[in-house]
């Protein structure tokens, strides 16, 4: 079973809108850090923000806020106020437990473009 | 504070011959990482240094693969009788000792490897 599950493979939205980004999880560690990372068209994977699984309140970073949803394993990303420069491929991502030098698993990403 | 860097970021070669790509992790950054990232997938998890130790590789890391971190600072990954199969993006990621509510990567802009 997939670890990560990003079922939008492409995503439209226009300038100014809202876009909810989704992606599901799959670990039974109760101890786990859930990621979104942006890649542009250049390659570099940006990170975004982060969500740890005991944290109380979803996370916001700006534009960017994740709504966590503990009990049905998913961790949307919603990007408020789109610009055209959003338009990349974003992934989520998880570290299962909390030790550090845990490598990341990845869902296969989602594809934004915001038009204006 | 500069990011990670990866040299170069573009490589072709023909099947059969050796490459070599280097990453710079963000200064004081302890750990570093390797991940391989196909066309339409996420990346995927290759090797992870502390300082100069290996201390985890991926079952994708045939024997063809080696990466050394010989000072605890940069970072190799070489590839050997290189074959099409290989052609990725290879990604870099340095992460802090510690950093309050989890570890974060960083990523580098990556290496595009084309194997003729």
């Known amino acids: 079973a997939q670890k990560i599950t990003q079922t939008q493979p492409g995503m439209f939205v226009q300038e100014k809108e809202a876009v909810t980004l989704d992606c599901t999880y799959d670990?039974?560690?109760?101890?786990?850090?859930l990621f979104w990372y942006k890649q542009p068209s250049s390659g570099e994977m940006i990170f975004l923000i982060y969500?740890?699984?005991?944290?109380?309140q979803n996370a916001t970073e700006g534009r960017y806020s994740l709504n966590f949803q503990k009990a049905r394993k998913s961790a949307n990303l919603v990007i408020s106020a789109s610009q055209l420069g959003d338009s990349a491929m974003y992934f989520c991502?998880?570290?299962?437990?909390?030790?550090?030098?845990?490598?990341?698993?990845f869902g296969k990403g989602t594809t934004l473009s915001v038009s204006s | 504070d500069t990011g990670v860097s990866q040299d170069p970021r573009h490589k072709i070669t023909k099947r059969g011959q050796n490459v070599t790509f280097r990453c710079d992790p963000i200064?004081?950054?302890?750990?570093l990482y390797w991940y391989r990232q196909t066309l339409g997938q996420g990346p995927e998890f290759l090797t992870y240094?502390?300082?100069?130790?290996?201390?985890?590789k991926s079952r994708l890391l045939s024997d063809r693969f080696s990466a050394e971190r010989p000072k605890g600072s940069f970072s190799t990954l070489e590839i050997q009788r290189t074959e099409q199969g290989d052609s990725a993006m290879y990604l870099c990621?340095?992460?802090?000792?510690?950093?309050?509510?989890?570890?974060?990567?960083?990523f580098g802009p990556g290496t595009r490897l084309l194997v003729l």
């Open positions: 990621a340095s992460s802090l000792p510690y950093e309050p509510g989890g570890e974060t990567q960083y």
């Open positions: 670990t039974s560690d109760p101890s786990y850090g």
């Open positions: 969500q740890g699984s005991y944290d109380q």
């Open positions: 991502a998880m570290r299962e437990g909390n030790q550090a030098g845990t490598a990341l698993i």
């Open positions: 200064s004081e950054h302890n750990r």
């Open positions: 240094f502390q300082n100069e130790a290996q201390l985890e």
